[in-house]
């Protein structure tokens, strides 16, 4: 899992990584977090000008006593570790968009703009939908061949966000959780209202009472859908499960969230369910 997010932050582009979108002051701020079957956790939030924050995560996970490090405590550790501090630069494409984007300095999210994830034994090559990129946010939940579950998360955040927002994909319970005797949960979207949900865990708490992968997504879907009542059209959010069977499912607020699924003998891409047809 942290093989697999990592090709999505080796691109440059305007999407998840260094190539992405800045915040609304220019800066890109990068979140990530790594989860396995045994609890064990690690995470970064609001850490710059390092290539790959889930990799800075599971060493956060592997030689701390800690689960989340952000800002410069998260770089100056992230450097020690050995992580080479990239130039502080917009790529071409997120310096265009920055550019337009001051013009009118207005912030408003777009629907599928973070909604790419990924469920697999390996690494993927992103996609594309509608001609337009659609993976701000990258997560991947797997099984391996023992049955022991883990997940990964990593993103730049909502573009043109204010200097310090942090959204869910490294939090613990929001953007990813792993629980090694039900499944795992990976969330994209708009994180504030993932995050009053506790949405991964959540998802994973229905499993554990009996629901599939799919309908557990829904289930947490529906709780979003009640609480922001006529504003849910505005949003979206997904989730992506899988089960320690091996079962997946995925559901979301809108059409347009998509989801590779890769194993042993398949690589396609599914179009969830959602809320709105």
Known sequence: VERGVMVTEDEINCCVGLGANPDRDGFVTL??????????CGSVAFLERIKHPVSVARRVMEKTPHVMLVGE???????????????QELSPDAKKAYEKWLQNSKYEPQ????????????????????????????GMVAIDSHGQLGGSCTTSGMGFKMRGRLGDSPIIGAGLYVDG??????????????????????????MRQGYGPELACRKIIERIVKIKGDDVKKIQVAFLAINKNGVVGAYAIHKGFSYALKTNTTEKLIAAKSWFS
């Open 31 to 40: 979140d990530a977090c790594i989860m396995d079957h045994q609890f064990n």
């Open 73 to 87: 405590g998260a770089q100056q550790f992230a450097v020690a570790e050995g992580f080479k501090l990239e130039p």
């Open 111 to 138: 629907i599928n703009r973070e909604n790419v994830e990924n469920k697999g034994h390996g690494p993927f090559a992103p996609s594309q939908i509608d001609g337009e990129w659609n993976h701000d946010t990258i």
């Open 181 to 206: 005797e039900v499944g795992a949960c990976t969330a994209t979207g708009q994180g504030e209202d993932v995050i009053r949900v506790a949405g991964s865990h959540s998802v994973v708490e229905m």
